[in-house]
Each structure stands twice: as C-alpha cells, then as structure tokens.
C-alpha cells in the first residue's frame, strides 16, 4: 500500500538531485580573486589560454550535446532490443505453458 509513496519520494530525490547537478554544471564559475601565489600564476595562466569565456563555454556547451545525444541514441537502440527480446521470450513461454 506505501509502495506508491516510497516510488514518488524517489522520483522526486533523484529530479532534484538531478536539476541541483544541472545547475552546478551548467553555472558559470565565480570570478574570485586569488591571494595564493600558486593560484595567481594559474589564474593568469588560465585567462591567457581562455581569452573568450564565450566561445570557451559554447564549446564545452556543444560537446556535452554531442556526448548526451550519443548517450541517448545508444540508450534507444537497446532499449527496443530489450523489448523485443522480452516479447519474444514472453511469447516462448507462452506457447510452452499452452495459453
């Protein structure tokens, strides 16, 4: 009878966690200054090689894509083997069984 609940609850921990990591990836980084020595000579290393944070991100933006819909394409694909070897297996035990 609670088993409904206990799927809701998951759902909505597992969107959320989901739309929390979305939103971590997908924010700009904070634009500090640093104080460590170490950290300055990167800081300024990295905006040396990054002169467009733009450009930078529409290209991380388009990998991601390309990466997702490869990720989807892959998951569709078996996904409809999947089925079709649950309905032909399905229909194997139903002719043995005599329905």
């Known amino acids: 009878m609670g088993r409904w ?6 759902s909505l921990i ?3 966690a ?11 980084p904070p634009e ?6 170490g950290n300055d000579e990167y800081y300024a290393q990295r905006q040396t090689q990054v002169d ?3 450009a930078c991100s529409q290209q991380r933006i388009a990998a991601m894509r390309a990466g997702m819909d490869t990720v989807i394409h892959f998951a569709e694909e078996h996904a409809v083997k999947a089925i079709r070897a649950l309905k032909t297996r399905i229909a ?3 002719q043995t069984s005599g329905q």
């Open 5 to 10: 609940r206990t799927t809701l609850m998951f």
């Open 18 to 28: 989901g739309f929390i990591t979305a939103v971590y990836v997908l924010a700009p």
């Open 52 to 54: 467009d944070t733009g």
């Open 92 to 94: 194997q035990q139903r």
């Open 14 to 16: 597992l969107y959320f």
């Open 32 to 37: 500090t200054a640093y104080d460590d020595e």
